[in-house]
């Protein structure tokens, strides 16, 4: 049975219907005007897994046989059903490109035309249609490649019935991502269809001003989720790219919000290609963040000071990104973290310091994990977060919290000298309760070979200092108890050395870096977990944690990582990563 969407109310569910029936009523296009170039990226392996019968999406597997419609499965969550829905899939048949792939991509497209083409099931919504349209303009070959007549007129004729709902619905969908999905679908098939013009000039104004909306002066959104953030300048750059080779022009808020969003992005962008993990965002399809940044036609740096509200840090092969902002608050923090402060450091192509990330993928308890400051590389009081989760609230993705409690007031600015870059950034998230501000100083070598840190836990006023003492007097004097932690990612081999008061961190790469600390805490390495959407379950990791107690009003701890003095500057990191979990 089909999984309504909680979010959307009884009247919205209800247009949706009745305009998705009423537009397969008609009987619009006939064919192709043009075809805007293929610029989905997909995966040859997940393609072959499709084609032997294995579904993973939205971090659940479902296996059945390799002649199985996907619409004969029953989606076990609705983020689930709505990848089935949005035809994503069909970009990793398309990299795959063989017989079988093809044959797969004709049978579930008409399949789908036969089971729901006459308005009704999960897939009429106006930003999975969008996304849709997209791909079926763009797979037209793959789909169409010795069709019959029947067949071909029938995928015509739906392509045409989803422009036209999707021309009567995108104002219904949420603003930000979906709204872009549509618009951008919307183009794409008024571009490509015959009699479908008309739909082109709206759409393209509409596009327009949501990217002026939607898009802040410094090129950012509300939910600072850097994933989000790329998978909008995709739709925008594609948008744009189909309307300039069909020898229109994009509105120039539409250009704007490109020019903007670039430069943010590559801010954003790991040493390795990847997008920092902040905010529900993984690290985006391998390819993507470059193909985008190239196709935006932006050229030039990133920004200086912080982008979208973070800081990043860069000298030779290390990149080092941190949250130094305020998380999003209200209905744009669903799926946001309490990472204040905390960071993520790589090396060359190795990611070394990470955030555990989104836990959405793997149940309600692994999501809630996953959105606490301890899943982050930053100090927080032992069994606190710095900023609290709300009571659930149904959403898309199911029952999501916002958060709720965060800091006030959260300061940063970028330092730099002769010999290092750095940022200096606070929060006073911790001060209602425990009368503690949170001070963390990174600072990276101009060689990229060390990375210094300091963290300042402070009760500065009276009015603070009194509020610390009344946490010192429940904790029986014993200090109020907190963690920094390190969170490495999988592939990194970690162990105690230096009788226990260093941590020897080994890339797969060949590296060797060494962590040492300052002050009154004990060093430990425990386990952790790292959490990506790709993967069946969670993967188990390691983390360095450095565990205290602040007994003053002032507490300081210095940390230092640094390549080991044997590491050359350069190294041919020519290891393969390891496949994914995936049956073979």
Not at 147 to 158: K, N
Not at 371 to 393: D, I, M, Y
Not at 484 to 513: K, M, Q
Not at 555 to 575: E, Y
């Amino acid at each position: 049975m089909a999984q309504e969407y909680p979010t959307l109310g009884r009247r919205t569910r209800l247009l949706n219907r009745w305009h998705a029936r009423r537009a397969t009523r008609a009987r619009p296009a006939t064919g192709f005007i043009s075809q805007p170039e293929p610029r989905t990226i997909g995966s040859y392996a997940r393609g072959k897994q499709l084609v032997a019968g294995n579904f993973l999406f939205a971090g659940h597997l479902m296996q059945a046989a390799p002649d199985t419609s996907i619409w004969s499965l029953t989606p076990p969550t609705p983020a689930f059903e709505a990848a089935l829905h949005g035809f994503g899939w069909m970009d990793d048949l398309a990299a795959l490109g063989d017989r079988d792939a093809r044959a797969r991509a004709q049978y579930w497209t008409l399949d789908w035309i036969d089971r729901y083409g006459r308005g009704s099931g999960p897939g009429w919504l106006p930003d999975l249609a969008g996304r849709r349209l997209i791909r079926w303009v763009s797979h037209a070959l793959l789909i169409l490649s010795g069709s019959e007549t029947p067949d071909s007129d029938a995928f015509y004729r739906l392509l045409g019935q989803q422009t036209l709902f999707v021309s009567r619905r995108w104002q219904a969908t949420s603003p930000g991502l979906p709204r872009f999905e549509a618009l951008t679908g919307l183009i794409y098939a008024g571009l490509a269809l015959k009699g479908m013009d008309a739909y082109v000039a709206p759409a393209t104004t509409a596009l327009a001003r949501e990217s002026d909306r939607g898009i802040d002066a410094a090129g950012g959104i509300p939910s600072r989720n850097p994933e989000e953030l790329l998978d909008i300048l995709t739709l925008l750059t594609w948008a744009a790219l189909a309307l300039d080779e069909a020898g229109r022009a994009p509105e120039p808020a539409h250009t704007a919000a490109i020019e903007r969003i670039a430069p943010t992005l590559r801010a954003l962008r790991h040493a390795d290609g990847g997008l920092a993990r902040f905010h529900g965002g993984g690290r985006g399809i391998e390819g993507r963040l470059d193909q985008a940044l190239a196709a935006s036609g932006v050229r030039g740096t990133a920004p200086t000071g912080l982008a979208m509200g973070y800081a990043r840090l860069s000298s030779g092969r290390t990149s080092v990104i941190m949250d130094a902002d305020g998380p999003p608050t209200g209905k744009t923090s669903y799926n946001a973290h309490a990472s204040t402060l905390a960071i993520e450091v790589t090396s060359g192509r190795r990611p070394l310091i990470v955030n555990c990330g989104s836990g959405v993928h793997f149940g309600d308890d692994w999501a809630k994990a996953g959105r606490a400051t301890p899943s982050h590389s930053v100090l927080g009081l032992t069994g606190v977060s710095s900023s609290r989760l709300g009571v659930p609230e149904p959403t898309p993705e199911g029952p999501r919290a916002r958060l709720v409690e965060t800091p006030a007031e959260v300061e940063a600015r970028v330092v730099s000298n002769d010999v290092m870059n750095g940022v200096v950034a606070g929060h006073n998230g911790y001060i209602a309760h425990y009368g503690l501000a949170h001070v963390r100083r990174v600072e990276l070598s101009l060689d990229g070979r060390m990375l210094a840190g300091e963290e300042t836990l402070a009760a500065m006023s009276e009015g603070e200092q009194a509020v610390f003492g009344q946490a010192l007097e429940r904790e029986a004097e014993r200090g109020v108890p907190f963690d920094i932690r390190f969170h490495l990612h999988p592939d990194v081999d970690a162990t105690l050395d230096l009788g226990g008061t260093a941590v020897s961190i080994a890339l797969r790469s060949g590296e060797i870096w060494v962590f040492r600390y300052e002050g009154n805490v004990h060093l430990s390495l425990d386990p952790s977990v790292y959490l990506e959407k790709t993967r069946l379950k969670p993967r188990a990791a390691k983390q360095v944690v450095l565990s205290g107690r602040a007994m003053d009003y002032a507490t300081r701890i210095r940390w230092s990582m640094a390549k080991a003095q044997d590491t050359p500057i350069g190294v041919r990191d020519l290891v393969r990563d390891e496949p994914g979990d995936l049956p073979d």
